[in-house]
């Protein structure tokens, strides 16, 4: 996946998400969990309030005692974070937990009523935070009523702790929960980006021949896609329809003036006039090779899931080829294997394999040979002959439609560059090289029927 992948950033939006959307959720429950654990210690202070409300005595001197002490034993050790302390406002008296040692608890001036808890957060021992409930309580003592302040208090930092212990034991199974979360949405992702894949499998099964247009099982999200790709492939194949059929005509158009011209200076050439009928020739001469290979281009049909043998076409024109004075003379070499075929139009291969044929038995000393090789899902084809070859500086030359660099052989000087429309019609290469046998060696390379 590349940075511009649909995949990827879609995956990345749903890692973001989930991580914000788990740390979010993972600071609630650490404040739901802390509120849960305040709560509880809450309730467990107010029944150390009530046991301690239930045991307020005095002696008989008058002094203020305890009947029964808390029975949690953090009461009893110094400094243990847990606290307690019984004020009486009326006589100053007051009784306190082992754990404040020699400290006391500095209460804020509160008059709570009697049946109502109030809470404080206090500093306490050691410069601890404490949560501290209290509560009001009058007692008789020989007739004379006594105000008690009642407080217990524990440290706060038991309760931090207790949310930082709950935060680390929650933040690996979030974490997994991340994982398994964005697994399932990676899943997710593939499957709702599935038909978007097949979508781009059919284009490359029509680009390859395999199929001519989508079919209509898409998804109702993406048939619009599918639809227009159909629609465009339409339109273009009556666009190049109309393309070839004007060319055709007109060039058909033009061969009847050509040949008229071609009777014109042929009698000026009767009547003596040379050189207006050598310029008028020059002139057809270009034209023509004009017409032929716009004539040449408009017979091209590329049609998508087209097929041609090889081996029979290549039988074919070299039959006629042989037949031809020069054809009789020459040892002809055929190559390829029986049942190999390439995604071409039967009459496209044989219109590139004649040209090429007929080039190199009209060059060739006494031999042609036509082979074939395949790699990497294509063909090569290769036409040579033991004639005297191109120099390499001339070999783009020849390409170029109409240039010929012997202008006493038949012909227009076309072939190759009839070639080279059917090949770039194609998507194939054209290249020029020595011959093993000593002469040029043409190698077309051209895509492979599916399936090789």
């Not at 009461?75 to 009784?95: A, V």
């Not at 004539?295 to 043998?309: E, N, Q």
């Amino acid at each position: 996946m590349t940075r511009r992948s649909l995949r990827l950033r879609l995956v990345v939006l749903a890692a973001l998400s989930l991580t914000v959307a788990l740390v979010v959720a993972g600071f609630g429950l650490v404040v739901l969990f802390q509120r849960h654990v305040e709560r509880r210690i809450d309730a467990e202070l107010d029944n150390d309030l009530l046991q301690l409300a239930g045991a307020i005595g005095f002696d008989t001197a008058g002094g203020l005692t305890l009947a029964q002490r808390p029975a949690d034993p953090r009461f009893d050790q110094p400094l243990s974070g847990l606290y307690w302390q019984i004020l009486d406002e009326t006589s100053g008296q007051d009784l306190r937990s082992r754990s404040l040692w020699d400290t006391a608890l500095s209460l804020p001036v509160d008059t709570p009523d009697p049946t109502a808890v109030h809470r404080h957060v206090l500093r306490g021992p050691a410069n601890a935070t404490l949560i501290v409930r209290e509560r009001r309580l009058a007692a008789l003592q020989n007739g004379t009523s006594h105000m008690m302040r009642i407080a217990v208090g524990i440290d706060q930092a038991d309760v931090n702790q207790a949310s930082r212990d709950f935060a680390s034991d929650i933040a690996p199974s979030l974490a997994l929960l991340g994982l398994a979360l964005l697994a399932a949405a990676w899943v997710q992702i593939r499957i709702g980006l599935h038909p978007l894949e097949a979508v781009r499998r059919g284009v490359e099964a029509i680009h390859a021949g395999r199929q001519s247009r989508l079919p209509a099982t898409y998804p109702d999200e993406v048939l619009p896609l599918a639809n227009e790709i159909n629609d465009l492939l339409d339109a273009q194949d009556r666009a190049i329809a109309r393309s070839r059929s004007s060319a055709a005509d007109l060039a058909h158009g033009l061969r009847t003036p050509l040949t008229v011209l071609s009777a014109d200076a042929r009698r000026l050439r009767e009547q003596g006039h040379s050189d207006i009928a050598d310029e008028i020739e020059a002139l057809v001469e270009t034209m023509r090779r004009h017409v032929e290979r716009a004539i040449a281009k408009a017979r091209l049909h590329p049609h998508r899931g087209a097929t041609a043998s090889v081996r029979s076409v290549v039988d074919r024109i070299v039959a006629i080829v042989r037949r031809t004075p020069r054809g009789t003379n020459l040892a002809w070499e055929n190559e390829i294997a029986d049942g190999l075929k390439v995604a071409l139009d039967a009459d496209d291969l044989a219109e590139l394999l004649g040209n090429l044929i007929e080039n190199a038995a009209k060059w060739a000393r006494t031999r042609v040979r036509v082979s074939a090789s395949t790699t990497d899902g294509h063909l090569e084809l290769n036409v040579e002959d033991d004639g005297p070859g191109i120099p390499a500086a001339q070999r783009a030359a020849v390409l170029r439609r109409g240039v010929r660099l012997d202008s006493g052989r038949v012909g227009h000087g076309l072939g190759l560059a009839i070639v080279g429309d059917i090949v770039e019609t194609y998507r194939g290469a054209l290249s020029l090289d020595d011959g093993s046998m000593g002469g040029l060696r043409v190698t077309v390379t051209l895509p492979l029927r599916n399936g090789g």
